[in-house]
C-alpha cells in the first residue's frame, strides 16, 4: 500500500467499513505504526489523539474490530477498512459510531453467492454444491421446486426451526439455479426494481 503520511502530520484517516454489512462503523487516524500493528494482529488499530498512543478498537471493552481487508484511496492519504466487528462499535453502545442499526446479515447473501460461483467453476468432490452444477441443469431447477414444496408444507405448520431450514433450503439452491443459468442476482434486482417504479 502506498500511503503518503507525509500529508497531514504522519496521521491518515482510516474510515471503518463492516465486512458483511457494508455499513460505515467509526472513522480513526493511522500513523505507520497503527497501520503495521493492526496487519500484524489483525485487529484494526489507530493512533488516539487524545490518548497520544496507538489504540487498539476493543481493548477495553473486547470489542474488537477484525480485519478483514484495507484498501488506500485513490491519491494515497485515506485508507478505507473492512473488518468484523465483535460487538458494538461505539463508545455510547450504539452499533456504529454514527448511530446506525448494524444488525442485518443479508449481506452474507453476496458471499454465498461468491462461493457458489467458485464451487462451479473450482469443482470438488466434497461439494454438495459441486456436485448440484456437476448434476446439470434439469436437477437444479427439480430440486428448487422440491424445496418450494417443502417449504409449502412447513408453512402450513407452526414449527419455527422446521420453517427456517426449509427458507434456508429453498433461498441456496434458488441461487444455484441463478448460477447454474449463469444470472446473476443483481439481474432479479433489477426487474424487481423496475416494476417498482411503476
Ligand atoms: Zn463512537
Known amino acids: 500500500m502506498n500511503i503518503d503520511f507525509n500529508k497531514m ?9 463492516d465486512a458483511l454489512s457494508g455499513k460505515v462503523l467509526m472513522q480513526g487516524f493511522m500513523n505507520e ?14 493512533f488516539s489523539r487524545s490518548k497520544n498512543r496507538l489504540w487498539t478498537k476493543g481493548e477495553t471493552s473486547g470489542n474488537f474490530m477484525e480485519l478483514v481487508s484495507m484498501a488506500v484511496d485513490c491519491d494515497g492519504d485515506s485508507i478505507l477498512i473492512k473488518a468484523n466487528p465483535r460487538g458494538p462499535v ?23 453467492r461468491a462461493i457458489i460461483k467458485d464451487r462451479k467453476n473450482n469443482p470438488n468432490d466434497t461439494s454438495y454444491t459441486a456436485s448440484l452444477f456437476a448434476k446439470g441443469i434439469n436437477k437444479i431447477a427439480q430440486k428448487v421446486g422440491e424445496e418450494a414444496v417443502e417449504i409449502v408444507i412447513e408453512a402450513k405448520d407452526d414449527n419455527k426451526a422446521l420453517f427456517l431450514g426449509e427458507a434456508a433450503d429453498l433461498l441456496f439452491h434458488y441461487l444455484v439455479l441463478l448460477e ?19
Open 90 to 112: 461505539c463508545h455510547t453502545g450504539a452499533d456504529t459510531c454514527f448511530f446506525e442499526e448494524n444488525a442485518s446479515k443479508t449481506g452474507f447473501i453476496d458471499q454465498l
Open 180 to 198: 447454474a443459468k449463469n444470472y446473476e442476482l443483481d439481474e432479479v434486482m433489477e426487474v424487481l426494481m423496475e416494476r417498482h417504479k411503476k
Open 33 to 46: 505504526e497503527a497501520l503495521a500493528k493492526t496487519q500484524e494482529s489483525g485487529m484494526v488499530t489507530f
Open 9 to 17: 502530520n504522519h496521521l491518515v484517516p482510516a474510515i471503518v467499513q
